[in-house]
């Protein structure tokens, strides 16, 4: 059984800054591949951020390169997405994701933590 579990969300205004924090527990959860996607309203989920377990290799989609950074922490099985100068489109709920082959398919997901930028 794993279970990720989301926190950090909230309201701020455009220009500042958010750190997202996703706990993980398991057996072997240190082990997955992890990502952050988000939702915003009315619009399908989409890809934010990934990073691999073995070498802290990350991937971003191009909206968020150069504001946000994905980070873990195998030992406290903690993922973290640190993100800066926020944008009103960035207001979204963010799921925390977790997989077994990286930039592939997930298979274990948070309940989501809501990030409301206001203009």
């Known amino acids: 059984q794993v279970q990720l579990v989301e926190s950090g969300g909230g309201l701020v205004q455009a220009g500042g800054s958010l750190r997202l924090s996703c706990a993980a527990s398991g057996r072997t959860v240190s082990r997955l591949h992890m990502g952050w996607f988000r939702q915003p309203p009315g619009k399908e989920r989409e890809f934010v951020a990934a990073?691999?377990?073995?070498?802290?290799?990350?991937y971003y989609a191009e909206s968020v390169k150069g504001r946000f950074t994905i980070s873990r922490d195998n030992a406290k099985n903690m993922v973290y997405l640190q993100m800066n100068s926020l944008k009103p489109e960035d207001t979204a709920i963010y799921y925390c994701?977790?997989?077994?082959?990286?930039?592939?398919?997930?298979?274990?997901w948070g309940q989501g933590t809501q990030v409301t930028v206001s203009s």
């Open positions: 990073i691999s377990w073995s070498t802290n290799n990350t």
């Open positions: 994701g977790g997989s077994w082959d990286y930039l592939k398919k997930y298979d274990y």
